[in-house]
């Protein structure tokens, strides 16, 4: 799940699909490294917007949030392959109960482990490969109340998604349709009803304010210096 605050992202498990991974703290830019060179968008696949995901209001206690997706078995007792979707690996072997793609029922998780860049779980009613093997592709989700509590000023990855973005004056700029994870910094992603995108790094100099109840969240768009 990825999480997110004026200046940090994450995700919740019905992501737009909301996923249980964080955004890394941004490291705030040189001025001239903030304006010296126009920040290109990679070409277009499926944004965020796009898949189906809570309303941004919607409260943490009543998302589910995706941790990872089952990918296979493992031995001969039904243990089960997870390729993580979370940024905090160490908070998921602590979790006690999930839920298997659209299950309305929580399973209880009798085991986890890490190996290698997987998580082998074993699930309550599962105990053969074969039962394991039905379950593959399948996303695995806790409950938005299970992950690991937001600290002051962070936000679900989902609040965010699909919040009018507005400047300091109230004028709105457009939706936040996606994000963009860069090296240094998450980077929003606005449409407008017209023209081009607006692309707003997560960084406290340019993000000034997210409201998920309210709808909005307030932004200063970067200064672009020409060059030549």
Not at 138 to 160: K, N, S, T, V
Not at 165 to 173: K, P, V
Not at 206 to 214: F, S
Request: charged fraction near 30%.
């Amino acid at each position: 799940m990825r999480r997110a605050t004026p200046a940090t992202i994450s995700d919740n498990a019905s992501t737009p699909e909301a996923n249980e991974k964080r955004s890394r703290p941004p490291r705030k830019p040189g001025r001239s490294e903030a304006r010296s060179k126009k920040m290109q968008r990679p070409p277009r696949g499926r944004r965020l917007i796009e898949t189906m995901g809570p309303d941004p209001s919607t409260p943490l206690s009543e998302a589910r949030l995706t941790v990872g997706t089952l990918v296979g078995t493992h031995g001969i007792e039904g243990e089960l392959k997870v390729r993580l979707a979370t940024d905090d690996p160490e908070h998921f072997l602590s979790i006690k109960r999930v839920f298997v793609g659209a299950e309305m029922r929580a399973r209880r998780l009798l085991g986890a482990r890490m190996h290698g860049e997987m998580a082998l779980i074993r699930l309550q009613g599962v105990s053969t490969p074969e039962e394991g093997a039905l379950m593959r592709g399948q996303p695995l989700r806790i409950q938005g109340d299970d992950a690991r509590p937001l600290e002051p000023g962070e936000f679900m990855l989902y609040q965010l998604i699909g919040l009018d973005a507005r400047n300091e004056t109230g004028d709105s700029l457009g939706k936040v349709v996606d994000l963009m994870e860069t090296g240094t910094h998450d980077v929003l992603v606005i449409a407008p009803a017209d023209g081009p995108d607006l692309l707003i790094p997560n960084h406290p100099e340019y993000v000034l304010d997210i409201q998920p109840a309210a709808g909005r969240l307030i932004v200063r768009p970067p200064v672009y210096d020409d060059l030549p």
